[in-house]
């Protein structure tokens, strides 16, 4: 089941904003390229919201430990995190953005 999340002008691009999902916490990240991405809001290392990290290329980074996630895959491309964040399937209708959190993409 997928939920209208915002309009894609709600997404600052080169920024992650926090979203509410079929109750799930999701961070959703424009990045400079246009595309909009939504992953778990949740280092899979501290807990943290990854929604309040630096967006640089296709990474978040989580503001405590530095750990950043690859937001199209959610693999951690840095220590201490070893484990990936979900990804969920976002999907793009005229001004609108759509999350289906039901089922991650990558797992």
């Known amino acids: ?3 209208l999340v915002c309009a894609v002008d709600d997404l600052t691009p080169g920024q992650a904003h926090a979203a509410v999902v079929e109750g799930r916490n999701v ?4 990045l400079q ?20 990290g630096e967006v640089s290329g296709c990474f978040v980074e989580c503001w405590l430990h530095g750990s950043r ?4 895959t959610g693999a ?10 979900a990804v969920y ?8 953005v759509y999350v289906d959190s039901a089922t991650p993409t990558n797992f």
Do not use: K, N, Q, Y
């Open 27 to 30: 961070a959703m990240i424009r």
């Open 69 to 72: 996630f690859d937001v199209t």
């Open 89 to 96: 399937r976002v999907e793009i209708e005229g001004d609108d």
């Open 33 to 52: 390229d246009g595309t909009i991405h939504a992953v778990e809001d949740s280092c899979s290392h501290g807990s943290v919201a990854l929604s309040e």
């Open 76 to 85: 951690p491309a840095t220590p201490p995190a070893t484990a990936a964040v």
């Open 1 to 3: 089941m997928r939920e």
